[in-house]
C-alpha cells in the first residue's frame, strides 16, 4: 500500500495525542481507535495473523504511553474485537490487501459513527429534564453539555426553547475556566437563557435539596454496571443516594470497558490521590494491593501516574447508579452485564450481579433460534427507556402465537427492570389474571408452561405491588381494564 512505513518509524501515542489536540469533539476512545487505523494504513502487513499482532502490539505501545488507558483501553478493544470478527469470516481468503483496506476503511466509518452517537443520545436523554427541574453535573463531558444544550432547544412549535430548566455546575477551583471544556458548557447553557450557577465540590451537600437530577459523563462503563469518571463524581452519587435524587450516566456505548473494579485501588492506575508525608518527603503506602509491575486480567496498566486534580478518575459502584443513557437506549447498571456480553446467553433480566437466564435445552426456545432481535416499543414518557438487549431472549420466551399480540418495553426504575406489556384485546383473559396475581403477591421470575413466559415483580420495601399492578395495568385497552376491575375487586 502507498504511504507505508516501518513498524518502528509510526508513533502511536504521538498520533493518539496529536487526534485529540486536531478535533475537541473527539473522545479517547475513538482517537484510540482512530490511531490505531492509521498505524494499521501506514505500516505493511500481508496476513491475518501479522495484522492482529501488529494491532496488539500497538495497542500496548498506546496504553504504555497514557498515565490512564481505561478510557482508550475501549476503543483499542472494540476495534480488535471488530477486527477479528472479520478476519474470521469465510470471506476473508481472498486478496489480503483488499481484505485490509475494507477494513481500514469500516473502521473509519465506525468513527464517524461513534461522533455521531453523541447527539442521538441527547435527542433521547433531552426527555429526563422537564420544566421547573434543577439539574446537577460536573466536569466538562461533552455529550452531557450536548444533552443540556438540546434540552434548553426543545420547543413545542414556538421557535424558542420551551422546557425551563436550572443547572448547578460544580467547578474545580484551580481550573482556568477560558480554557475548559466545563466553561464551554456553562456559556453555551447561559446563551440559550438557561440560568446557571457554579459551585465548588465542597458545596454539593449544601445544594442537594434543591436538585431534582444530577447528570455525569464517564471515562468507561466497567463490566459490572459501575462508571469510572472525573475524581468527585462518587461523592456526587453518594449524597445523591442519600438524598433520594436520580444520579444518570451518560455515555457512548464505545466507552464500554472490559474492566471488573473492586474499589478506587483496584482500577489498574497510580494515581496517588491520598499522599502520606512527613518532614521528610513522601511516605510510601505499603497497604495497597498487590504490586505496581502486576495486573489482574482485564486491568489495564501503565508506568506513568496520573498527575494533575483534573485528570484523576474515581470509580462509582452501580448501586448508586439510576441508569446509563447511551444512543442504544437507557441501561439499568444491572442490566449492563447482559449488554456487555450479548449473545452468549439469552439473558432475561439482571439483578444484583445474579442473571436469571432461559435454560439452552428448552426446545421451545431453540425453536425459534432464528427470530432476529427486535426494538422495544418507546414512548415520549423520560421514565421509558428502550433496552433491546433483552427483546429478543422475552419473546424467545413466547409461543409463536402469543409474539404477535404483545409489544414489550421496560420501565426504569431504581435498581429494577419491569416488563410492562402492551396486550391487545384478542389475549386470553385467564392468562393475563394469572399474570396480574403473580404481580400482585410480589412473585419471582416465574416460568407458565401454558403460555410460556416470564414475569418480574419488583421487591421494592416502600413501594406497595397496587402502585405497580396500577402502572402496568394502564398498557390494556379500555375494555380489558374494566373486566380486571370486576375480578379484582375494584382495586386502582
Known amino acids: 500500500m502507498p504511504g507505508q512505513t516501518t513498524p518502528d518509524a509510526f508513533d502511536v501515542v504521538a498520533t493518539y495525542h496529536r487526534l485529540l489536540a486536531e478535533d475537541p469533539d473527539l473522545t479517547m476512545p475513538v482517537a484510540a481507535i482512530e490511531s490505531l487505523i492509521f498505524g494499521l494504513a501506514n505500516t505493511p502487513s500481508t496476513t491475518v495473523s501479522e495484522t492482529l499482532d501488529r494491532v496488539s502490539k500497538l495497542t500496548a505501545q498506546l496504553k504504555?504511553?497514557?498515565?490512564?488507558?481505561?478510557?482508550?483501553?475501549?476503543?483499542?478493544?472494540?476495534?480488535?474485537?471488530?477486527?477479528?470478527?472479520?478476519?474470521?469470516?469465510?470471506?476473508?481468503?481472498?486478496?489480503f490487501d483488499q481484505i485490509r483496506t475494507h477494513l481500514v476503511q469500516n473502521g473509519?466509518?465506525?468513527?464517524?459513527?461513534?461522533?455521531?452517537?453523541?447527539?442521538?443520545?441527547?435527542?433521547?436523554?433531552?426527555?429526563?429534564?422537564?420544566?421547573?427541574?434543577?439539574?446537577?453535573?460536573?466536569?466538562?463531558?461533552?455529550?452531557?453539555?450536548?444533552?443540556?444544550?438540546?434540552?434548553?432547544?426543545?420547543?413545542?412549535?414556538?421557535?424558542?426553547?420551551?422546557?425551563?430548566?436550572?443547572?448547578?455546575?460544580?467547578?474545580?477551583?484551580?481550573?482556568?475556566?477560558?480554557?475548559?471544556?466545563?466553561?464551554?458548557?456553562?456559556?453555551?447553557?447561559?446563551?440559550?437563557?438557561?440560568?446557571?450557577?457554579?459551585?465548588?465540590?465542597?458545596?454539593?451537600?449544601?445544594?442537594?435539596d434543591t436538585v431534582t437530577s444530577c447528570f455525569v459523563g464517564a471515562e468507561g462503563v466497567v463490566e459490572?454496571?459501575?462508571?469510572?469518571?472525573?475524581?468527585?463524581?462518587?461523592?456526587?452519587?453518594?449524597?445523591?443516594?442519600?438524598?433520594?435524587?436520580?444520579?444518570?450516566?451518560?455515555?457512548?456505548?464505545?466507552?464500554?470497558?472490559?474492566?471488573y473494579p473492586l474499589g478506587q485501588d483496584d482500577l489498574g492506575i497510580e494515581q496517588d490521590v491520598v499522599q502520606f508525608k512527613t518532614k521528610r518527603g513522601v511516605v510510601k503506602d505499603e497497604n495497597k494491593h498487590g504490586d505496581a509491575g502486576e495486573t489482574t486480567a482485564g486491568q489495564v496498566s501503565s508506568g506513568a501516574v496520573v498527575k494533575g486534580s483534573e485528570s484523576k478518575v474515581d470509580y462509582t459502584p452501580p448501586a448508586k447508579i439510576s441508569g446509563i443513557i447511551t444512543e442504544g437506549g437507557v441501561l439499568l447498571p444491572s442490566a449492563f452485564v447482559a449488554s456487555l456480553h450479548a449473545g452468549s446467553d439469552l439473558h432475561l433480566f439482571c439483578k444484583a450481579g445474579r442473571v436469571h437466564s432461559f435454560d439452552s435445552d428448552n426446545p421451545?426456545?431453540?425453536?425459534?433460534?432464528?427470530?432476529?432481535?427486535?426494538?422495544?416499543?418507546?414512548?415520549?414518557?423520560?421514565?421509558?427507556?428502550?433496552?433491546?438487549?433483552?427483546?429478543?431472549?422475552?419473546l424467545l420466551a413466547l409461543p409463536a402465537e402469543l409474539r404477535q399480540?404483545?409489544?414489550?418495553?421496560?420501565?426504569?426504575?431504581?435498581?429494577?427492570?419491569?416488563?410492562?406489556?402492551?396486550?391487545?384485546?384478542?389475549?386470553?383473559?385467564?392468562?393475563?389474571?394469572?399474570?396480574?396475581?403473580?404481580?400482585?403477591?410480589?412473585?419471582?421470575p416465574t416460568y407458565y408452561a401454558d403460555n410460556t413466559f416470564y414475569i418480574y415483580a419488583?421487591?421494592?420495601?416502600?413501594?406497595?405491588?397496587?402502585?405497580?399492578?396500577?402502572?402496568?395495568?394502564r398498557c390494556l385497552p379500555e375494555s380489558t381494564r374494566t373486566w380486571l376491575r370486576t375480578l379484582q375487586g375494584g382495586e386502582r
Open 64 to 95: 504504555a504511553g497514557i498515565a490512564n488507558p481505561i478510557s482508550l483501553s475501549a476503543g483499542t478493544d472494540l476495534f480488535q474485537q471488530y477486527l477479528i470478527s472479520n478476519l474470521q469470516r469465510p470471506s476473508a481468503r481472498g486478496d
Open 108 to 208: 473509519r466509518l465506525f468513527v464517524e459513527r461513534a461522533k455521531a452517537a453523541r447527539e442521538t443520545i441527547a435527542s433521547f436523554g433531552k426527555h429526563f429534564i422537564r420544566d421547573g427541574n434543577t439539574v446537577l453535573t460536573n466536569g466538562g463531558s461533552r455529550v452531557v453539555g450536548a444533552l443540556l444544550r438540546n434540552a434548553a432547544e426543545s420547543s413545542n412549535g414556538s421557535g424558542r426553547g420551551s422546557i425551563r430548566f436550572r443547572v448547578i455546575y460544580v467547578t474545580s477551583p484551580n481550573s482556568n475556566k477560558t480554557d475548559t471544556e466545563a466553561a464551554a458548557n456553562i456559556a453555551a447553557l447561559r446563551d440559550r437563557d438557561i440560568p446557571v450557577a457554579e459551585i465548588l465540590p465542597t458545596a454539593i451537600a449544601y445544594c442537594m
Open 224 to 259: 459490572n454496571g459501575g462508571i469510572v469518571s472525573r475524581l468527585g463524581t462518587y461523592q456526587m452519587a453518594v449524597l445523591a443516594k442519600a438524598a433520594g435524587k436520580p444520579f444518570y450516566v451518560v455515555s457512548e456505548s464505545h466507552k464500554f470497558v472490559r474492566l
Open 364 to 394: 421451545q426456545i431453540n425453536q425459534h433460534q432464528e427470530l432476529k432481535q427486535r426494538p422495544l416499543v418507546s414512548t415520549n414518557d423520560p421514565t421509558m427507556a428502550t433496552t433491546p438487549v433483552f427483546a429478543k431472549s422475552r
Open 405 to 444: 399480540q404483545i409489544y414489550e418495553y421496560s420501565l426504569v426504575q431504581s435498581d429494577e427492570i419491569v416488563v410492562r406489556l402492551a396486550i391487545r384485546r384478542y389475549w386470553r383473559p385467564p392468562a393475563l389474571l394469572q399474570t396480574c396475581r403473580e404481580i400482585r403477591h410480589e412473585a419471582t
Open 458 to 473: 419488583p421487591q421494592h420495601a416502600g413501594c406497595p405491588s397496587a402502585y405497580w399492578l396500577w402502572d402496568w395495568l
